[in-house]
């Protein structure tokens, strides 16, 4: 098979591992602290989780471990989109179990959480590692959203977890994924059954994460690729000097992407979701604060510029937020809706479920988003908001305010504009060094986790910081992470999702900067990722990253 000089070369290269890992794993042993809460709702999650609520916090630490060598089998299932460095945190499990005994087994569950119901599994050997170590993507076992979460679905994968004699499941996900490995642990310690669970944080949209889980993988190498691009654009717009950029950056809920892009590229404007829910923005002042920066660069000469706008904006657009909650509840049981093609029929089926304003709003809309928000939901419940154009919302609402502007004399610029989605292309990217070692640690942690006994926890290293050797290794309980939140209709028990918060040093290092921003071109190019060369080149942490260590380091202080 063909490949890449770059793929032949991260072949080669050996991830960091924290010195708490790097030992003989004899020597590794677990330090448990005091029982944990959860984030809200303790009452009903302690109901809810009799087992396995409020176990303590795990750390790394040297000491003599007795049980680590013993030989382990294991199943691993990818769930979720995709993220770079998933192939690493395979690596960094086959390898810990390896080490702990040469006997140890590991399957891999094909196309996600299916594969675990379904048992659908291939033993993932050396040999077949070889050609997946430091590669994005997630196509050694492939990935998928099933949730498990009936009753069948639960004594399915314990039937397939006995079958193959698994002594652990490790789920490789995001909030969703890893709300069902909670439930997943739960139901085997209810069921007598010695079948660990342990989670891993992934998604590239940043929001899976908290005081222990610093980051989720992924992160790093998505806003890489995408910042690159962005100053690309960036660039080429001031040169040709007769295009306005919108560009819409991935990140289903919270505005993480966006923001860190925003960072390390300057554009003339970007929208953080958290912000516009805050401050109860409407979609009409959003575009009204668009053109006040457009009309004031044309003041200057400059008819270009860009905008970046986060995917999930729509669900944080206060009347947008309204129709879209009752659109959910609306469609979640519905199977006659599914039933009708044309967009008129489907509206004149929702005339009498819907409040009026939300009515009204939807038929407002331009068809092709009115289209996309009616879509299918995805297994966990949420619109699909991947799909929702918003960018080409906003360049619409935009030019007919403009020429409202101009007709009123107020503008007198030029406006053309393109729209641009940024996704897919960067979650597969080939992992940064940071995510390369995140990765490979956060498996190695699974595999420490699984053979000191622990079940219902997430693997998580911290102090990211620091140089690899100086991160912290461990695991933090899930139930310490979750809440009680509406979905699908229904109160259920999820991860919480850590949105932008607004006091942070991320955005408020962005809020500082962009009056300026909004009139002045400012651009900056961060470039490609570099794999090989100087470390402050290579081994750069997010901003993000950099400025969340800063605001924990003043209150610890
Ligand atoms: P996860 O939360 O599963 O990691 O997925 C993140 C994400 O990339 C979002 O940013 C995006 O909205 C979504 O997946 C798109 O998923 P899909 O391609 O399955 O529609």
């Not at 006997?103 to 659908?120: D, Q, R």
């Not at 050694?140 to 679905?153: A, D, L, N, V, Y």
């Not at 193959?164 to 709300?179: C, E, F, M």
């Not at 879209?324 to 509840?329: A, P």
Request: charged fraction near 20%; hydrophobic fraction near 40%; glycine fraction near 10%.
């Amino acid at each position: 098979m063909d490949i890449s000089a770059l793929q032949k070369a991260r072949y080669t290269y050996k991830p960091k591992l924290p010195a708490s890992l790097s030992r003989t794993v004899t020597g590794i042993s677990v330090e448990l602290g005091k029982p944990t809460e959860s984030a809200a709702n303790q009452e009903d999650l302690r109901n809810l989780f009799k087992h396995s609520y409020g176990k303590p916090l795990a750390t790394f630490v040297q000491g003599k471990n007795d049980k680590i060598s013993r030989s382990l089998t294991v199943g691993v299932i990818l769930s979720g989109g995709q993220a770079p460095g998933g192939h690493n945190v395979i690596a960094g499990l086959f390898d810990g179990l390896k080490k702990g005994s040469p006997s140890s087994k590991l399957y891999g569950f094909l196309g996600g959480p299916s594969g675990l119901i379904e048992n659908k599994a291939v033993e993932i050997t050396g040999e077949m590692l070889e050609a997946y170590r430091n590669t994005g993507g997630f196509d050694i076992i492939g990935s998928g959203r099933t949730k498990i979460e009936s009753q069948e679905q639960f004594a399915a994968s314990l039937q397939t977890a006995r079958t193959l004699g698994l002594d652990a499941v490790v789920i490789i996900g995001g909030d969703d994924s890893n709300t069902n490995a909670a439930l997943l642990a739960e139901y085997f310690l209810d069921q007598g059954a010695p079948v660990q669970v342990i989670g891993c944080p992934k998604t590239i949209d940043g929001d899976l994460k908290n005081n222990y889980i610093e980051a989720s993988f992924g992160f790093d190498t998505a806003v890489k690729t995408y910042s690159e691009l962005i100053g690309n654009i960036e660039r080429d717009a001031n040169s040709a000097k007769k295009y306005w950029h919108f560009i819409r950056l991935m990140g289903r809920s919270a505005s993480h992407i966006t923001l860190e892009c925003a960072l390390q590229t300057q554009p003339n404007i970007c929208i953080i979701s958290e912000e516009i829910a805050s401050k109860g923005i409407s979609l009409g002042l959003i575009v009204e604060q668009i053109c006040a920066s457009i009309c004031r660069r044309a003041d200057r000469g400059e008819n270009f510029g860009v905008v970046l706008v986060p995917e999930g904006v729509v669900e944080f657009i206060p009347e947008m937020k309204k129709l879209i909650v009752e659109l959910n509840d609306v469609l979640a049981e519905e199977e006659e809706f599914a039933k009708l093609t044309s967009l008129i029929d489907q509206i004149s089926w929702l005339r009498i479920k819907l409040s009026p304003e939300s009515l009204s709003l939807l038929e407002s809309l331009p068809p092709d988003i009115a289209r996309e928000l009616l879509m299918d939901r995805d297994p966990h419940g949420n619109v699909q908001v991947s799909r929702i154009e918003t960018e080409k919302l906003l360049v619409g609402m935009a030019e007919r305010r403009l020429a409202e502007m101009k007709k009123a004399g107020i503008y007198k610029g030029k406006f053309n504009a393109l729209g641009h989605f940024f996704g897919y292309e960067g979650r597969c990217a080939f992992p940064t060094n940071f995510d390369a070692n995140y990765c490979y640690s956060l498996g190695f942690s699974a595999f420490v986790l699984i053979a000191s006994g622990l079940t219902g926890y997430l693997s998580s290293v911290r102090n990211l910081t620091a140089p690899a050797d100086q991160w912290i290794a461990g695991g933090v309980p899930l139930t310490m992470m979750m809440n009680m939140e509406h979905r699908h209709g229904s109160k259920k028990p999820v991860i919480k999702k850590a949105l932008v918060d607004l006091n942070g040093g991320p955005f408020k290092a962005f809020a500082a900067k962009r009056d300026s921003w909004a009139v002045t071109t400012s651009f900056l190019f961060p470039g490609a990722i570099q794999y090989y060369g100087p470390p402050e080149v290579c081994d750069l942490t997010t901003k993000t990253l950099q400025l969340e260590h800063i605001d924990k380091t003043a209150d610890h202080a």
